[in-house]
């Protein structure tokens, strides 16, 4: 399939090649916005859908979470971090040799496979470390995070309240809390990793967070 080469593509396409990373729809929309103020996150999600639909850049469906794109698309892995949830390339080389990529397994034509690792990147590891006599809430285990507010509290314990992922509006109507003021917590909270975003514009609380409400 081939695909017009317009100007709005052209630039999404550098953008993404540029920050050598799988960025998701959003993130890159933040990018592209720099140059051309007035594209929308709808057209850029559209346009990544139709340069992943021609080959241009690999679409990655990462355990549920929001669709990244990869400017990459020599075949290779990925790996991503439980807990910042970035995700990098990994290439196997011959490790792959007794998984088919193609013929027939069970029936089943094969067209691909892929192979998806988890762990802790070495920044996180970093993180996670804590220094000889820095003992964090009594553990000593690095897991504290920072205090929450009331209105924090609140907002995790909506979250934790919804069966499956919620718009803010949802958590405001909850809370009783104003809408404005709720999408700031959602964000600090992200940043703590006690909210997570597993479908674009909806978020739900993540274990982390369940543990904070709790203690």
């Known amino acids: 399939m081939s695909v017009?080469?317009?100007?709005?593509?052209?630039?999404i396409l550098q953008e993404l090649q540029k920050s050598r990373q799988h960025l998701t729809a959003d993130q890159l929309f933040r990018v592209v916005r720099k140059k051309m103020p007035r594209i929308s996150l709808a057209t850029v999600y559209r346009n990544l859908e139709l340069l992943s639909e021609?080959?241009?850049?690999?679409?990655?469906?990462?355990?549920?979470?929001?669709?990244?794109?990869?400017s990459e698309v020599v075949g290779h892995d990925h790996v991503t971090c439980v807990q910042c949830h970035r995700v990098e390339n990994v290439f196997l080389e011959g490790m792959k040799e007794d998984c088919p990529s193609h013929g027939v397994v069970d029936g089943y034509t094969?067209?691909?496979?892929?192979?998806?690792?988890?762990?802790?990147?070495?920044?996180?590891?970093?993180?996670?470390?804590?220094?000889?006599?820095?003992?964090?809430m009594g553990c000593g285990c690095g897991c504290a995070?920072?205090?929450?507010t009331d209105e924090q509290?609140?907002?995790?314990?909506?979250?934790?309240?919804?069966?499956?992922?919620?718009?803010?509006?949802?958590?405001?109507?909850?809370t009783g809390l104003e809408a404005k003021l709720v999408?700031?917590?959602?964000?600090?909270?992200?940043?703590?990793?006690?909210?997570d975003s597993p479908v674009r514009c909806k978020y739900g609380i993540t274990a982390d967070g369940r543990t904070a409400i709790k203690g």
């Open 145 to 148: 995070k920072k205090m929450l």
């Open 54 to 70: 021609t080959g241009l850049i690999a679409k990655l469906e990462v355990s549920g979470r929001q669709r990244r794109f990869d």
């Open 4 to 11: 017009r080469r317009t100007s709005q593509r052209e630039i």
């Open 153 to 174: 509290k609140m907002v995790l314990q909506a979250m934790a309240d919804f069966h499956g992922p919620c718009v803010a509006k949802d958590i405001a109507a909850a």
């Open 110 to 136: 094969i067209k691909g496979r892929r192979l998806e690792f988890f762990g802790l990147c070495p920044r996180c590891q970093k993180k996670n470390k804590v220094p000889k006599g820095d003992a964090t």
């Open 183 to 195: 999408t700031g917590k959602i964000a600090d909270l992200k940043k703590q990793g006690f909210v």
